[in-house]
């Protein structure tokens, strides 16, 4: 069983997250096959390693003992991986995309650099919309792609990476919290049609019941940089202020500056996750492992 680390590789995901379904989802493979995998290692073992409880998973006697062995056997097999590479030299530039928000307000210069060094080779960043980087992926035009929203696709593996919070952002003074009601009384740059914070913030309305149809909007715009830039330069009008909504991680110089106000709805919190995103293909390959462990790492 040790020259196939892939069931092991199994088990100590299963291990770490607690869970049968969310072990699936990073891994990239069918609950069943999980489930096979780990019914095989059992068998293997004559003994019981894993038992499923209410509210997740617990490991026996045996199964903290294979997580130990398991966990030195990973770890030699990176340290050697990574020598590995260093023979290979292979000089390549590593291709990734990025969202809008994540490539131009989360993933500094210095990140971009620091990844280079980490991977020994050139990082290039794309930055588009979710829809398009998921395509790249499947065109196999980029490595690993950053995005806003999980554009399901069987052939690719989505791993959790950061929260964001969506917020009402202003040129003017705005209450720090507001009330439904208090949408009305601005103005409003809104996302175009087909944008996944557009999507969010729709659902979010109608959950409470806010018609959008009714909101003073004086432009939709395609992107964040362009939300910030059509704020800026609005005229500044405490009595009817000018708003739109916006990740928290592309205003927070702004706010730190004063030159732009954020504000929350009363009792609603609008979060979303950011995904890691990769081709199945690329499951074991070092320089995407290196890439996905670092970003993971909260290096950038």
């Not at 040790?2 to 969310?22: C, H, I, P």
């Not at 290979?88 to 928000?101: D, E, H, P, V, W």
């Not at 964040?224 to 000018?242: E, F, W, Y």
């Amino acid at each position: 069983m040790l020259k196939d680390f892939v069931k092991l590789e199994t088990f100590l995901t299963v291990a770490r997250e607690r869970s049968f379904s969310k072990a699936s989802a990073k891994l990239g493979i069918s609950q069943p096959a999980v489930t096979q995998q780990i019914k095989f290692i059992e068998k293997y073992l004559s003994c019981k390693i894993i038992e499923r409880k209410k509210n997740g998973i617990r490991l026996t006697a045996e199964g903290e003992e294979l997580y130990k062995v398991a966990t030195r056997l990973e770890r030699e097999i990176n340290s050697s991986e990574k020598d590995i590479l260093k023979i290979i030299n292979k000089k390549m530039t590593f291709r990734l995309g990025a969202s809008y928000t994540i490539g131009t307000y989360i993933i500094p210069g210095e990140c971009l650099n620091d990844m280079s060094r980490a991977i020994n080779n050139d990082v290039n960043l794309s930055v588009d919309i979710s829809d398009s980087i998921v395509q790249k992926l499947r065109d196999k035009k980029l490595d690993v792609g950053l995005i806003e929203s999980p554009v399901m696709d069987h052939d690719l593996i989505y791993r959790e990476w950061l929260e964001d919070e969506l917020v009402i952002v202003s040129n003017v003074h705005i209450p720090k919290i507001v009330k439904t009601e208090d949408l009305y009384e601005y103005q409003w740059i809104c996302r175009d049609e087909g944008s996944h914070t557009r999507r969010i913030v729709t659902e979010v309305f109608e959950e409470l019941g806010v018609s959008c149809k009714s909101f003073d909007v004086l432009s939709e715009v395609s992107n964040t940089t362009a939300v910030l830039q059509t704020i800026k330069r609005s005229k500044k009008n405490p009595d009817k202020p000018v708003v739109s909504i916006i990740s928290k991680h592309a205003i927070v110089d702004e706010v730190a500056k004063g030159e732009l106000f954020e504000s929350r709805l009363i009792g609603y919190s609008m979060t979303r996750k950011f995904y890691i995103v990769y081709s199945k293909i690329n499951k074991h390959n070092a320089y995407v492992d290196n890439v996905v462990d670092y970003i993971l790492g909260g290096q950038c």
